[in-house]
């Protein structure tokens, strides 16, 4: 908004988000301004389709939509590290559940600067501070795959050095790691941050990878359950804090 609002013609301004690696992701999300016009979003998702790739419209909001979605997950990821889990399970139980890369190595592949400047701007919507774990990595320099070394180290090829001893799956972990970024996705569908369920659906899918088997997250949490699922929010919530209280959306979510 700060942007749009210096041009003479705001209603021609509109963001376009690209995921990297940029060749291989073709999520875009296409960011409606408060006076962004609808001739200039269609204008940006026809552009958006004819480079080859899938336009997500949403409006301006914090981390829009996947940024938003994603960074509770790797973020749980870290506070289950340091609750004493290790790496390698951690990443295990996500990929066990369809994820196609462990949150841990996904913060470090993301860069835990970027992963940190993000937490810190989604820190009000989330409504908990990053964890001292990423803000430690961060001050040490060790900033993942970019510096050889993150949360794991890498090698020559960039490829993570991972005891595979460690990585034993569990299915309380995966909750723990996956509710948070379906109660966001319930969060942002309830804010209007984008229009419908199915484009969400689709947009975490191809913009974060979530299980594609599974529908996405909010087909995932209708076939599982709405109750059961806002259930083990609250479960979760009393065992390790309030950022898993469920969204007040769950409760016109159906």
Not at 113 to 122: G, K, N, P, R, S
Not at 128 to 136: D, G, I, M, Y
Not at 237 to 254: D, K, L, N, V, Y
Request: proline share 7%; with cysteine.
């Amino acid at each position: 908004e700060t942007l749009a609002g210096a041009l003479r013609q705001p209603g021609r301004f509109v963001g376009l988000h690209f995921f990297n690696p940029v060749a291989s992701l073709p999520l875009v999300e296409v960011i409606r301004g408060e006076q962004t016009s609808e001739q200039t979003m269609l204008a940006a998702m026809s552009f958006v389709t004819r480079i080859g790739k899938l336009p997500l419209p949403c409006r301006s909001a914090p981390g829009f939509v996947v940024n938003r979605v994603l960074t509770p997950y790797m973020l749980e990821a870290l506070h289950a590290h340091g609750d004493g889990h290790s790496l390698e399970r951690i990443d295990a139980a996500a990929k066990a559940f369809g994820m196609p890369m462990g949150p841990v190595e996904l913060a470090d592949r993301v860069g835990l600067d970027v992963a940190l400047h993000v937490a810190e701007i989604l820190s009000g919507v989330l409504k908990a501070p990053p964890p001292e774990l990423l803000r430690a990595k961060v001050a040490k320099g060790e900033l993942g795959v970019k510096t050889g070394r993150g949360f794991y180290a890498y090698d020559a090829r960039g490829k993570p050095v991972k005891d595979r001893s460690r990585g034993a799956f569990d299915d309380e972990l995966a909750d723990r790691l996956l509710l948070p970024l379906i109660n966001e996705a319930v969060g942002c569908l309830h804010e209007g941050v984008v229009a419908d369920a199915d484009l969400l659906d689709a947009g975490v899918i191809f913009g974060a990878g979530f299980a594609p088997f599974t529908g996405g997250p909010l087909r995932y949490a209708r076939i599982r359950g709405v109750e059961n699922v806002v259930e083990r929010l609250a479960e979760l919530a009393r065992r390790f804090g309030t950022r898993f209280t469920p969204h007040e959306g769950w409760q016109s979510f159906r």
